[in-house]
Every structure is written in structure tokens, then in C-alpha cells.
């Protein structure tokens, strides 16, 4: 595992044990979430959905590329693209689920990252895997910050026992709901893959583009802006 991907997992949050299990079982129930909880969520699955779409595009765009001229990377890069596809359609689910609006600058993250993806991997393929490197570092991040707020933030939920008697000190294993317990945990899982997804790209040379800060840093700054812009527009 890289120094990054190992920075990035020490400031997230530990795994959450499943919700309403045990000593309660199904009888627990849950209080309303505030408007603004309801609001921050509606904004996580928004820009998660849209992140998601973006890698998608990225790695359809390097695989375009790179899998005739590099055929050895063509099991790895599928395998990255996979999770790419099956993270967006997750998200795809969760919008239609929640009635979450999508970005409306929607073609423009589909045309800008099929780019970005391409563009990179004409490159070649250092490049294209400092390209990975980038993107999942900020995605990474953001998954990580993401969860410390789900975490830190939700703890003001009353819960409630079989009789309707609101439980003062609930057990941790019921402390969240079960939505909010399976979206901690789809996040978590999301940005481990992301972070594997990173190794990879280290593991296959991402540090000998030339330049290599230089374009990092420039397909960091970008993604930041994108997150950014999708969580609002």
C-alpha cells in the first residue's frame, strides 16, 4: 500500500457495525432527520454520482487508448473500470431511490473526463497512471471527509424501542439507522477500491510521468473544482 493511500485510511473513520440488529432486532425505529442532515445527504449521493461518473469516463478513456498499445494492461485496467462502473451505477440507484436531482453540467463531466482519460494516455502510460494516482487521491479524500461528517454529524437521531419509548443511550450496533449505516458503509468500501485503484497506478510506474508533479497536481486542482462545482450546480 502506497504512503498515500495509507495517509488517506488513517484519517477515515472505522467501520461501522450493521444497524438495528441483536438485543432489538427489527423493532427499532428511527426520528426524522433535520433538514439540513436531509439536505447534506441529497448533496453527497449528488456529487458521488457524479465523481463516480467522471472516473467512469476517465478509464473508458485510457482503456481506449492504452488496451490495444499496451495489451499487458488491459486485465488491470478493465478490473479498475469495473469497479468505476459498478461505483456509478450504485449512486445511479441511490439518485432514482432518494430523488436526488442530478448535476445539471452532467455532458460536461462525461465530455471533460472522457477527455482527461484520453488525453493522458496519448501521453502514455506513466501518464495515464499519474492520471489515477490524482484522481483517486482527491477521491479518496473526499470519501474520507464524507464519512468523519456522516460520522460526527447523525448523532442527534432519536431512536426508539418496539413500545415507542425513545432509547437514551443506544448500543452502538443501533445507534444509526439502517440507510445511514449502509451509505457509511458503501462510502468506505467505495474509497478502499479507489484506494486500490491508486496503489495500482504507483505499482505501474505513475511516478515516472514526466512531469510528474506538474500533472498531478494540475488533474488534482481540477477534481477539486469539480466536486466543488457538482455538490452546488
Known sequence: MSIVSKR???????PLEAAAKKFY??????????KAQKAFLDRVIRVDQA???????IYFGQYTVLATKYPHLKPVLQHMWDQEIHHHDTFNKLQTQRRVRPSILTPLWKV????IGVSTALIGKEAAMA??????????????QQLRILMNQYQDI?????????????????????????????ISQF????????????????????????LTEAIKLVCKGAIWTAERV
Open 8 to 14: 488517506l485510511l488513517s484519517s477515515a473513520a472505522p
Open 25 to 34: 432486532g427489527d423493532k427499532v425505529s428511527y426520528g426524522s432527520l433535520s
Open 51 to 57: 465523481g463516480e461518473l467522471g472516473a467512469n469516463y
Open 112 to 115: 471533460g473526463a472522457f477527455g
Open 131 to 144: 492520471c489515477t494516482v490524482a484522481v483517486e487521491t482527491v477521491i479518496g479524500g473526499h470519501y474520507n
Open 158 to 186: 432519536p431512536v426508539y424501542d418496539e413500545h415507542g419509548k425513545e432509547i437514551a443511550e443506544p448500543d452502538m450496533e443501533i445507534k444509526d439507522s439502517p440507510e445511514l449505516t449502509s451509505l457509511k458503509d458503501l
Open 191 to 214: 474509497r478502499d477500491e479507489e484506494l486500490e485503484h491508486l496503489d495500482t497506478a504507483i505499482e505501474h510506474d505513475a511516478e515516472k510521468a514526466v512531469p510528474y508533479m506538474l
